[in-house]
Structure formats: C-alpha cells, structure tokens
C-alpha cells in the first residue's frame, strides 16, 4: 500500500504553516522529515496520521494503514512493561509482544512497572508499540529522544526489518539512521501569509 | 475494547489509581450533613433521599477530570485515536469503565449511608433501584463534560460548571424516585422517565463526546 | 442574492454598521413608548395595583433571555453545518445578552413576586427554569473564556450548544413534573393570557418588540466587536508568521 501524498497544507491553531507538500512513500521505503523547530513537522505528521484535517490537498492509502508513534509514550506508569504492550497489542486486534520485546532488549524488565524505567527505556517501550501493532506505515517523531547510541542502533535496525517486510515509515529525525532513505526538506514548503486585503471568512 | 475496559478497571485499582475515593468522598458528604443541619432524626430521614442522591452526584462529579485528562497527558489518547477503535466506543468505554469505579460502589454504599440518615425502610429498595438505573446517565454526561475541558489546565472547575446543568433532570427524576419510594408513593413516573433519560443519554451522548474529542485532539 | 454572502465579514460589517443606527433609533423609541404607555397611561389593576406594571420589563426581558438561546442554537447549527466563522462569532456575542436578559427577568419577577406572593423567591416551575437557563448560559460562556483556538471554542460550544438545548429542555420538563409533586397542582403560575387585560397587552406588545429590536442591535454591535477582535488576533498572528 502506497501512502499518497498531494499538495497537502497544514495549520497549527488555526493558522498555516506549511504548504504544498507532495510525497509518495512505497513499501520498503523512509522518507525522512527534516526542518528547523516549530515549522510544523508534527503538524505535519499528526495530519497524516488523521489527527487532524488538513487544510487542503489529499492524503491517499492512510486508512487503517498507519501506526503513530507521538512525543509522547502512552505508557501507563503503574502497569507493568508487559502490560502496556500486551494491551497496545490487543487494542490493534493483536497478540504476542515477545518479537517487540526481544527487538528493543525489554525483556528482563518485562515485569517491571512502566513508571520505574528511565527515560530511555521508557522511549524503547513505546518504540516497541509499533511492532505489536502490526501497521504497515510506520509514523514516527522524533522517536530517538533520549535514546543512547545503542540503543539508536536497535531501533535502526527495527526499521530496517519492517521495511525488508514491506513496510514503511515517515519519520521526522534529525539523526543519521543510517537509512537509505529519501530526505524531505519542510523548510522550502513554510507557509506564506496571505494577501493582507483577503479579508475573508478566514480572517487570514 | 474488552482490552482497554480491563486496562482502565487495573489502572483504577492499582496505586494512585483513585478507586474509593469517590466513595470516600461519599461517605464524608453524608457524615457532615446531620453536622449541619441537626441530629433530629425525622428531619433526616425526611432529607435522607434527596442528600444521598446529591452526595452520589456529587462524588461521581468529582472522579470525572481523571477520566480523559491522565490519557491525555501521557499521549495515550492520541494513540487511540489512530487505533482502529472508533472514538464513539473509546468514550463508551471509559464512560463504562467509570460506572464500575465509581457508580458501582455508591449504589451499593448508599444503603448503608442511608441507615446514617435514618431512611425509611421502604426507601432502601427504591434508593438503590434509582441511584442504579441513574448513575449510567450520570457517567455518560460526565464523559461528555471530560471530553469538552479535555485541553485545559485547571479545567476541573469548568468541568463541573458545565457538567452541573446537564445533571438537573437526571438529579430531579432520581431523587423523586427515591423520595416517593421512602414516603411508599407510586414511583412509576418518574422511574421510567429516569430510565429514559438514562438509555436516550447512553444512545446518543458518545456520539457527542467523540465529536467533542476529535476537536480537541486536532 | 443568498443570504450567506453577509457571512463574509466585511460584507457583515459594513451592512450591520448601516442598518445598526436605525435599530438603535427604533428601539429606544418603542421602549420608551412602550414604558411610558405602560407605567402612566394604564389603569391599576384591582387586585395587584400599580405592581402589575413591571410587566411592561418582565415579559420582554424574559421572552428575549429565551429567545437569545434560541439564536444561539441556530447560530451554532449554521457554525456546524457551513462553517461561517461570523455565525459563530454571533453566537458568542448573543450569549452575554441573554444573560443579562435573564437576570433582568429573575430580578423584576422577585420585585413583582414579593408583592404578590409575599417571598422573593419560589421554587415554582417557572422561575426555575430561568434559574437553569441561567447556568446553561454561564457554561457556555465560560467554555468560550476558556479556550484560546478560536476554531476548537467554536466547534466545542457548539456542541454544548445543541447538546445543553436538549437539557435544557428535558430540565423544563423535569421542573414542573418536580414541583407539581411538591405542591399537589397548587401552583404559582402566571398565567399571562388570562392576567393580561386588553389595556396592558398593547403597550406590552410595544415593549416586546422594543426589546427584539434592542436585541438585534445589541447582537450585530457585538458580533462587529468580535469580529474585529478576531481580525485583530488573526493581523498578530500574521506577524508571527512573517517574522
């Protein structure tokens, strides 16, 4: 399943900020986001995840497609490691975490409560929520923040396994993954205000 | 969905999880009520219904703002919006998952309660019948409330501010339910409207929660 | 011509700013007319006196406390359906008014109550109706206060719109099934089509229609504020935008 993605524009609280962004992302591929902070490479992501509408263009090959990996973990602190996959996994109609699990070196905490591991872990756990959701498009940003150089290295090479499955994954780093991967420059795509008399129903 | 009721139910039983203090909560409201207005045992069993419902209301209100807000917080509601749950059964479930936190254990509390404030014995039937046809209503538009504040800090007190409202016919026909059934008066009425009001609130409510929800995570 | 091109802001404010004057103008006349005839040129009646005569702010303030709801729900449909920001601009202006409306029509009930019934306050159906009404729009308002996207408030007090209507409603119901039950059909109602004498009901109508004017009026003054207040917002947020 090819992800389509045609003249898409984005807004963050009402206004834009980027615009005209085109990309298509067939399986075995990453494309990697790149930008400065705050141009919208979130936005970006959570809109084609289908958090939010866009404010114009299309997005093709997203429905029941892609598994979404935010800031945030979603981890349950007073659950243990296990648990918080077990439930991910079931939530996405799946089970058997023991793959997610050896991938990103848990399981000798696999019984330990969410809320006890380090930030790191804590980041690798949430990494391993995208296995057990079995989604073909990975969608992921910044999903090495606090990660150690090994561990940078495990999650490489998780990426590389799901794209030799025939996955693939937008993911917006400012790391080398050592991927081979395309490179989308968002800053090229930053919204231009628009014309200061349209005075219209969007007040912008 | 079955995965993410138990989840709520162990997450709301382990530590910090906040089972019982709704009942707690409950248990004090009802404690200082003779502190206020008197030890006089017939004014009490005369107030009795009217101030368990409130005290039901009231507890149920309080445990709302955890209700989405820690989902929230850590990200997890983000994730289940892009799971392949629809939001409308998220907010079923979670609306269930605090009925059995919370309703639950006041309808089965109140009759004790209502021993504290002398209720008449045939009242005792009809409390728990009402609180346990009333309180579903209760949670479904409470979640409706979560969902609306959400987004915002400190947005307990909103919560409550808007919730209150929505509260008022489901209060009034409850409360008469169990005032009637303690003064051994027909009760039809107002319980099959309570009913009403319950299962109209189930079937429709979710879809508004959602909405709600899905403008609030954009 | 379609009736939706005045969703366009500056269409909006250009036609409300020439038609405004002339609302403001009518209003005041109506009122005051209405007031004058009403307090001087009325008989007393001979059971309430001269009390009867704050009839003449009660009914239209109240009439307009609900009918501002009203607005506001239709508003907010219009915000749902088409997305006009104008439309819901014009609901969150309304909201305010009707507050004060309500306020209006709580406070000359309790004077005329007193008198009458001897208390300032009943719990009788009616009255508290206005009372939940009343916290429906402090909700509202306060759901508006409180969220800085103007889109996300927008579609959130919609929702609280339509979904409060319904409450609101059933909280109608819920009241006078409450009270009939307290007071065995023993009721304080006013009930206006048989109080109300043919010499009262003219002036009384002049005021009701003095008061949908006032209303009007306040309405469009108020949606243009926001208006520019929103375009104010939308000019600071360009700025960030270039910077």
Redesign the interface.
């Known amino acids: 399943m090819t992800l389509i993605v045609t003249d898409l524009s984005v807004a963050r609280?009402?206004?834009?900020v980027l615009e005209g962004v085109s990309f298509a992302l067939e399986p075995g591929r990453a494309l990697i986001l790149r930008g400065p902070n705050g141009i919208g490479k979130t936005t970006l992501l959570?809109t084609v995840?289908?958090?939010?509408?866009p404010l114009k263009g299309r997005i093709a090959g997203a429905e029941?497609q892609?598994?979404?990996a935010?800031?945030?973990?979603?981890?349950?602190p007073?659950?243990t490691v296990a648990?918080n996959l077990?439930?991910?996994a079931?939530?996405?109609?799946r089970s058997g975490i023991e793959q997610a699990l050896d991938s990103f070196d848990l399981q000798s905490l696999r019984d330990r409560h969410a809320g006890a591991l380090s930030a790191g872990q804590k980041r690798r756990l949430g990494l391993s929520?995208m296995l057990v959701?079995d989604r073909p498009v990975w969608i992921m940003d910044e999903p090495t923040v606090s990660l150690d150089a090994n561990s940078v290295a495990m999650f490489a090479a998780a990426i590389r396994r799901h794209l030799e499955q025939g996955g693939s994954a937008l993911i917006a780093t400012h790391i080398d993954l050592g991927l081979e991967a395309e490179v989308l420059d968002t800053g090229p795509h930053k919204?231009k205000?628009p014309e200061?008399d349209d005075?219209?129903?969007?007040?912008? | 969905m079955i995965a993410l009721l138990l989840r709520d139910l162990k997450l709301a039983l382990r530590a910090g999880g906040g089972f019982g203090l709704g009942l707690a909560f409950f248990l004090i409201v009802t404690v200082m009520v003779p502190f206020s207005v008197g030890p006089q045992s017939e004014l009490l069993s005369r107030i009795a219904p009217g101030v368990l419902w409130l005290g039901a209301l009231l507890a149920c209100l309080l445990s709302l703002d955890r209700l989405l807000a820690l989902d929230w917080e850590d990200g997890s509601l983000d994730l289940l919006a892009t799971a392949p749950l629809p939001l409308e059964s998220i907010v079923t479930i979670k609306a269930l998952a605090h009925w059995i936190t919370t309703g639950l254990p006041l309808v089965l509390a109140a009759p004790v309660l209502g021993v504290l404030l002398n209720l008449p014995a045939p009242g005792f039937l009809w409390l728990v019948i009402s609180l346990l046809l009333g309180t579903p209503a209760l949670s479904v538009i409470g979640t409706f409330g979560a969902a609306l504040t959400v987004g915002l800090k400190r947005g307990g007190l909103l919560m409550s501010l808007l919730v209150m409202p929505l509260y008022v016919p489901t209060l009034i026909f409850g409360s008469e339910v169990a005032r009637r059934g303690a003064e051994d008066m027909a009760v039809q009425t107002p319980l099959l409207l309570l009913a009403g009001i319950s299962a109209a609130s189930i079937a429709l409510l979710p879809f508004a929660s959602a909405a709600v929800l899905r403008v609030n995570l954009r | 011509m379609s009736i939706w091109e005045y969703a366009n802001p500056k269409k909006f404010l250009t036609t409300s700013e020439k038609v405004m004057p002339a609302l403001w103008v009518s209003s005041a006349v109506l009122i005051s007319a209405g007031l004058i005839w009403g307090f001087f040129f009325t008989p007393d009646d001979y059971r309430q006196g001269s009390t009867v005569k704050i009839i003449f702010l009660h009914v239209p303030s109240a009439l307009m406390a609900i009918n501002a709801w009203f607005m506001m729900l239709v508003a907010s449909l219009v915000w749902v359906i088409r997305r006009h920001h104008v439309s819901a601009l014009a609901a969150r202006a309304a909201a305010p008014i009707g507050v004060v409306m309500t306020v209006i029509a709580l406070i000359t009930g309790a004077f005329w109550g007193q008198p009458m019934w001897g208390t300032w306050w009943a719990w009788d159906p009616r009255l508290t109706s206005f009372l939940v009404l009343f916290l429906f729009y402090l909700g509202y308002i306060a759901l508006w206060e409180a969220i800085d996207n103007p889109d996300t408030a927008a579609d959130l007090t919609s929702i609280l719109c339509l979904v409060g209507s319904v409450f609101a409603v059933l909280s109608r119901y819920a009241v006078n099934f409450w009270n009939q039950g307290l007071h065995q059909g023993a009721s304080l109602s006013l009930d206006e089509k048989e109080n109300v004498h043919d010499a009262f009901s003219s002036p009384l109508y002049v005021c009701m229609a003095g008061f949908a004017l006032l209303f009007l009026a306040l309405v469009l003054y108020r949606t243009g504020t926001e208006i520019r207040a929103r375009r104010i917002k939308a000019l600071m947020a360009r700025e960030r935008l270039e910077a």
Do not use: C, M, N
């Not at chain 1, 935010?70 to 349950?76: F, M, Q, R, T, V």
């Open positions: 609280g009402g206004i834009p959570r995840a289908g958090l939010q509408p029941d892609i598994a979404y935010a800031h945030s973990d979603g981890l349950k007073t659950l648990e077990t439930f991910w079931s939530v996405f109609g929520r959701t919204a205000p200061i005075f219209d129903g969007g007040f912008l």
